[in-house]
């Protein structure tokens, strides 16, 4: 480093004044980041000794991406406003898809039922009191089609959140897409498909890991082959995050997760370049500002670091992090509910300078219920505003060389190598879900940061600090019954319009071939011949069987 | 003087269990007796662990929607069983509205995203129903 003497000297100058200045006023508090790195009261060059432009950031567009996976980012395409939505059956969530398009929303992101999310159709006893709360009932082909009627599924992209039976919702989409005249290799989306954080966080699984991760390896594989703009897989940190991990876990444990797609995906014999850039991610935006910032910046950094060094690809696409961001649900308050506007905004700011690829905001209700129409649109107005008023986009990775970014940014990635090495000493991520390692991690987080809230060494405002008595007055978005009605009628009405032998030929071709072949032709085959989603997912079972959790807390 | 047991269950489908796992070790921590069931608990599961465990507390978490359903399940399971000792609460996205109706169903408490494991603990102390 030049003038490295002269830092130092300067700095022991600073020292004496800092300490002068600590006497009549003391700092405030110990300062953290969110995820309890300790930080300095300023960076200087001193901090980033051995950095170096070339090899840590590079241009926009350059190896290793840290400034961001294009050479324009925003100044081409703005990122893409993509709002989760879905409740009740596929009609009324076909309304409000047309809202949101309507009000200049760029992407579909379709929210299921828990029954769908865990394979179960409507008409399931165990899904008694779920149907439509959480997300929209899919259960059959005419579900998906009547879900996106009058949508032209050629134009738009949709991301489907949905994992343990992503293969059959995705078949049905495919064919809901063709029944409209699309053509398969022109659908353009996502099915998050991430199995691997369903054990570790969202606990949606269905069957054991093993051939869980197989069936994605196939989406993988059948992807890379018939649907090549579509994104097979959204390799997920949200969940983790959300579950109660910390940046710097959330980071690990999803890049390791990443990391083991790809591997299992060579080792079935597939081109790293034929599937690695359309591997795409999903991450938290929380409320520490600069390490959500650093956080992304580093993501970006390692995997293509780690996919060049371990699978050397000769296309430069298959080193790209892409990724879209939610702002954070859990930093929602159920008290002074609009406060939750502001804290959204400061989110999706660190998420556009982080340079995602599209975002959710999260509305003001959302610690209450499913959010009304009216919340919604201020959440993506939000977006709208940073987009169109705010400046940030104009420049790339305007944070870029400020001397606490880059040293968080460095830390961060330190932080995840020393879970990388810990992972491989466990013998590697599905181990570790066996041996309940990331669950534990996770509720360990979840607990320290309960406890800070409870020594108000934390501060939520509204909640610990700033409280007042209210009244709520906030609406609430209500699921009529009927909804529940008219989607079992029309559940009931397929099921008798069909051809039973049909079927069962179909779901016994599957289960024959489910542990040699690509699933996703039988999964296809089955929809065809009028499976629905419950019976598709039971013919599975009966092979793969279910997945229980060990219960740590 | 026994100390309070605790049952802390996941009922229906929904997945999310964060707050059920830190309220869970939270009570240990302030002297209860803690059970958790893990997710995926039917309204029989629960009111037959409770029995089995011979529990003080029912807590439910619900962060489905699907609240009204699985604690209108688990009070008439309460009642088949003759159980009118145990306190029946729970927290988790659950709206003001419905809030004020299962109080009257004969729930006893909710509690907001928020709300201090203080509370809680106070709550459970002040109204507890059977003699320690």
Redesign the interface.
Known sequence: MEKEELYKEKLEEWKKIYKKSIESMPERQEFKTLSGIDLNIFYSPLELKNFDYFENLGNPGQYPFTRGIHPTMYRSRLWTFREFSGFGDAIETNRRLKYLIEHGETGLSIAFD??T??G?DSDDP?????FG??GVAINTLEDMQLMFKDIPLRDISTSMTINGPAAILWGLYILAGESQGARRNGLRGTIQNDILKEYMA???FIFPPEPSLKLVIDTIEFGSKELPLWNPISISGYHIR???ATAIQELAFTLANGLTYVEKSVERGLDVDDFAPRLSFFFDAHIDFFEEIAKFRAARRIWAREIKRRFSPRKERSLWLRFHTQTAG?S????QPENNIIRTAIEAMAAVLGGTQSLHTNSMD?????PTEKAVMIALRTQQIIAEESGIPNVVDPLGGSYYMEWLTDKIEDEVYKYFDKIDNLGGVIKGIRSGFFQREI?ES??RF??D??ENKRV?V???KYKIDEK?EIP?LR?PDELEDRHLRRLKNYKSNRDMEKVNFALKEMQKNADEKNLMPYIIDSIKAKATLGEIVKALKDVWGEYI?P??? | MRKIRVLIAKP???????G???L???LMDEGFEVI????HQ?AEDIVRTAIEEDVDVIGLSVL???H???FR?VLELMKENGINDVLLIGGG?????DKENLIKMGVDAIF???T???EISDFIRKNLRRPL
């Not at chain 1, 165990?126 to 779920?130: A, H």
């Not at chain 1, 929602?332 to 008290?335: H, I, S």
């Open positions: 828990y029954p999310l865990l179960l165990l899904t008694k009191g779920e709360k959480a969202q606990k949606s959300e579950a109660g859990v929602l308050t159920a008290q959302e610690a209450w219920a499913l509720a979840a607990y309960q406890r809230l409870e939520l509204g909640v610990n709520l609430i699921i959790e219960v740590i807390y | 229906g489908l929904d997945g999310h269990d964060r059920a796992k830190v869970a070790r939270s958790y069931t893990g997710i039917t489905s929607g699907a009204m359903y699985h399940r996205i659950v709206p003001e509205e907001n995203p928020g201090s494991i203080q």
